[in-house]
């Protein structure tokens, strides 16, 4: 009989993953694959995923399967109170087309800012933020860096893995969830937890957020757009 292992309740990490129908599978099996994998390391649960779909009780990924909403928000300030508050929001937002949409979504963006609760953006929000002008730089896929610096001139997007500005760090796309969620873990665990995690993946140390992306245009150092 193994025995349990202790559980140290500074350990104890809340985190909640916002969804929209489209969503991308292969970002939240990313993000929540890695989470899991921790839990096994460490022996208990001590990473608690929960999901909030915006405007809806499910949402569908884009390759068709679905994932149900497990908590609810009502009103923010009781969603990020001190004895609730997540640790971290993971965004991966499918087309966001619809204003209503929009509007959640921004008000939930605003909220974890306010109350000091890190953002991982995944999806389709990052043009949000753009928008909005929360954030002054942010990763893209090299396949739609160009695209976006013409429609954003004043804002520095990076052909890298990922970027953190503003207490939000966004994501290039692709198996680059991967990379943000092992920065994740390696900022609240520590290094050794991490390197156990990542030869359980079978993948290298997480590569640093400045890496450039393979085949990628850029031209210098990694960014497009004004500095």
């Not at 350990?11 to 939240?28: D, Y």
């Amino acid at each position: 009989i193994k025995d349990t292992p202790p559980r140290d309740r500074s350990k104890l990490k809340k985190i909640i993953i916002v969804l929209s129908c489209g969503f991308s599978a292969l970002s939240v099996a990313s993000v929540t694959s890695i989470f899991k994998l921790v839990n096994d390391v460490i022996g208990w649960s001590c990473i608690q995923i929960e999901f909030l779909v915006l405007g809806n009780k499910s949402a569908k990924s884009s390759c068709g399967f679905t994932i149900f909403s497990n908590v609810k928000l009502i009103n923010y300030d009781e969603f990020f109170s001190l004895n609730h508050r997540p640790n971290a929001v993971f965004f991966c937002l499918g087309g966001i087309a619809k204003d209503t949409l929009n509007i959640s979504a921004l008000r939930t963006i605003r909220a974890s800012l306010k109350y000091n609760v890190p953002i991982y953006s995944l999806g389709e929000e990052k043009e949000l933020l753009l928008k909005e002008n929360m954030i002054k730089s942010s990763a893209w896929h090299w396949s739609r860096a160009r695209v976006v610096a013409e429609k954003y001139p004043n804002h520095i997007v990076q052909e890298i893995f990922f970027e953190t500005d503003n207490r939000i760090t966004t994501c290039a796309g692709g198996i680059a969830s991967i990379d943000i969620t092992l920065a994740f873990v390696r900022n609240e665990f520590g290094d050794e937890l991490t390197e156990k995690v990542c030869h359980h993946l079978l993948v290298r140390f997480p590569r640093k957020k400045s890496c450039l992306q393979p085949n990628t245009h850029s031209l210098e150092a990694g960014s497009l757009g004004n500095s």
